[in-house]
């Protein structure tokens, strides 16, 4: 089969795509079949694991309204989702930009059942009206979990323990997870006495690692000088163990400081003791964003790659503004960046058999179409059509459409209502060697010794 | 687990619904576990027959251009899809309300290569903008393929034979598949004299099977009683051989009467060498709406559902539309209504192991997630919580948790940081027995033995 690719519609700054109007909308996915088939794969793979530790999966629809919805979306969702009316109720729709809040307004609405804790999960797509210029993605393909329902260090651990299962799963092992804790940074600047409006610039200039303005912010308030030394170098601070002892000391006896850390402590340990110490990675400067996060929140990096894979957290709170409080954890990772992430890993994936291709007259079609399910039943990809295949210039032909579409052997037919067949074998460059007849139940093994052990 | 439904909101006639503002909008699919589950399972043997024959998946992007798309749509698919602005650049969206005319714009942009016939199979939602009164779906499932760049009987078949193998593949036994072929009735109303407009009217008058309005179409204009009673009687032709012979009679020598006939009796014939027979139904009354449709057309109708599965035929003349002329046929099926025609047959496949539950102290967590771990890969599905598991109080409690969940096992350690456990067994209504201690190997065969037998 030709070699075709994962296509994404870039801002392309080719005269070709500047000169005339697009045909495709900037950033929208188009995933031809050998991307389609990968991304299937690593679907498949990503579920096997879901169903084996209990989460099960939730499609949800594709768009809602934004009245409903808006209560769950982050400021930064608001901004960048797809409005647009319904004609028939005269109220907005919005496309979703974010599956964590439907679920949580799902379950709000008691939709997954009532027994806790609940395990969801789900592969779908997310949208974000983003500039043409920005050049990002518009429509993003997502896996994630939620757990929903309690809010322990060992759930912590477990929806951690299941992400890092899923990415050791996929064959990657250049990956990050850091982990961090909102509820940290929060306490050290209510303890500044910084105003709720300072705090929340503050909060703002942190998740962007702007530290010039953090600074300016906390000057025009006139923080303390201590204190706002922590603050500006709280954003900084990752690594393993010795970051949660520096933590420890600015700590003290503040409780508020305290449990953010002992709860990091914990979760950390946990996934220690469940081996994936190689992986994990410490850091108080790790915020989501803040968005709807208020507990230990988490991202993924790949080595090499320059972007998160995804990431998640706690949002105890999220649920609650639908209508029903229940404390929840969840993640979310980006398949279209693990696919790129997985590009080195996928050639082992590519072993699947060429297909074969069974021809013959249309009055013969009938065994024809014996012949090639018995192949498929094999396991075997077959293409049926139909023509000739006794004569020079019909094999020539045969040999043309075999070698322009990847197929190594044609099997044809022997004579006008007889079982028998005889394969040309393609996987010869220099000839077009034709097999001695054959019965139908002798061509999947001849098939596997002389054509596939070959090409 | 909790048994949990397909949920699709409805315009509900409920007092509650009426009065209070609706949170989701109408017609729009949320799958529930069970649902999503099983739509899994069914999309899985569909695409596992989709490889086996060839056809490659390809995942197209959620909304494009409406100006671009818009020349493959039908009139009905232009005055239900969804629009809407793209702010940054001021042209408007649309939402795919069909992949056939996706596909046909990206196989005419060359983005699934030249070597041809191209097999593109697909599986995603369409939308459609219905009003909330109509109460029919905004969101669709569907999966579907599309056979491009050949226009012969034996593709015709091959189309069909795949439909039938997949539907087969599904359990399905009561269904069919009627055949027609729009040419025919096409000949018989430009052979009647009818204006162009009359013409058009007709085939919309036909497609509905609005019987007295065709007549009035005929009348108004003056057509001899003969070929109107004729054009009248065709839409209720369908049966076997018999409705090939009838309409051979009413061909006479009309070359574009006869060669839609004879290309119905050649595929007819070649599904029945492939072992179809039982499925297939001709019905010269069968239009598909002639929307795109140019040749070979069929329905696949499940009995007891009253409407149609799915259907498909040959649009030659749509890629062209996108600049490049290519023959081409496919199909799409109704995954939604997939899933009702096969209820009956879904009990089968719900033997999946219930989950069992390990629970232990934190202090035990790696151990317990050693002992999870083990039995994941054993191919259970395993919930790790923390808990108590000593004394009547505790073990009440976790009856209940299992009991409420459909847990027929909890598996405990045994004491502080050995690798023994033992098995609270909850399959007993009246006892809540308790294993001898188990080393971790024992525990898969041991479940099997005196869980899972029972439960």
Not at 400 to 413: D, E, F, K, M, T
Request: proline share 4%; with cysteine; hydrophobic share 40%.
């Amino acid at each position: 089969m030709a070699r075709r690719v994962f296509s994404r519609t870039e801002t392309s700054d080719q005269p070709s795509r500047r000169l005339s109007k697009a045909l495709i909308p900037s950033g929208m996915a188009t995933l031809l079949p050998e991307a389609a088939q990968r991304v299937r794969l690593l679907e498949q793979a990503m579920f096997e694991n879901f169903i084996k530790w209990g989460y099960q999966e939730i499609i949800p629809p594709t768009f809602e309204y934004f009245d409903v919805l808006a209560a769950g979306l982050s400021s930064k969702a608001l901004e960048t989702c797809y409005k647009f009316a319904d004609w028939s109720t005269g109220r907005i729709l919005v496309l979703r930009p974010d599956v964590t809040a439907q679920i949580a307004r799902m379950v709000a609405m008691g939709l997954a059942g009532q027994t806790l804790p609940i395990r969801l999960c789900y592969r779908t797509t997310v949208f974000r009206s983003e500039p043409v210029h920005a050049g990002r993605e518009r429509e993003i393909f997502q896996v994630g979990a939620e757990l929903i329902g309690s809010d322990t260090p060992v759930m912590d651990a477990e929806i951690l323990a299941l992400l890092l299962e899923l990415l050791r799963g996929l064959g990657l092992e250049a990956f990050k997870v850091s982990l961090g804790h909102v509820g940290f940074y929060q306490a050290l600047l209510e303890k500044s006495g910084l105003s709720a409006q300072g705090q929340q610039q503050a909060k703002m200039a942190a998740a962007h690692k702007d530290l010039p303005k953090l600074e300016a912010i906390l000057r025009a308030e006139g923080i303390d000088s201590k204190i706002a030394h922590t603050i500006l170098e709280t954003p900084d601070r990752y690594g393993r163990e010795e970051v949660l002892s520096w933590g420890r000391r600015v700590a003290g006896n503040n409780r508020a400081l305290i449990e953010p850390i002992e709860r990091l402590d914990m979760v950390y340990h946990l996934l220690k003791q469940a081996g994936f110490q190689d992986h994990l990675l410490i850091d108080l400067g790790e915020f989501r964003g803040f968005e709807y996060y208020d507990g230990l929140v988490f991202d993924v990096f790949a080595e090499g790659l320059g972007c998160e894979l995804g990431g998640g957290g706690r949002y105890n709170h999220l649920i609650g503004r639908f209508g029903r409080d229940l404390p929840s954890t969840g993640f979310a990772l980006d398949v279209d960046r693990l696919f790129r992430a997985r590009q080195a890993l996928v050639t082992q994936e590519q072993n699947d058999l060429p297909p074969v291709l069974v021809v013959s007259s249309i009055a013969q079609y009938g065994v024809a179409f014996k012949v090639s399910q018995l192949l498929r039943a094999q396991g075997l990809t077959v293409l049926q059509e139909q023509g000739a295949t006794h004569g020079a210039a019909h094999r020539e032909r045969l040999r043309h459409r075999a070698r322009q579409a990847g197929i190594p052997a044609v099997i044809c037919l022997a004579a006008k209502a007889s079982p028998q067949t005889f394969v040309l074998n393609a996987t010869d460059e220099n000839s077009w060697e034709r097999s001695p007849y054959l019965a139908v139940h002798e061509l999947p093994s001849w098939l596997h010794r002389h054509v596939y052990a070959r090409s």
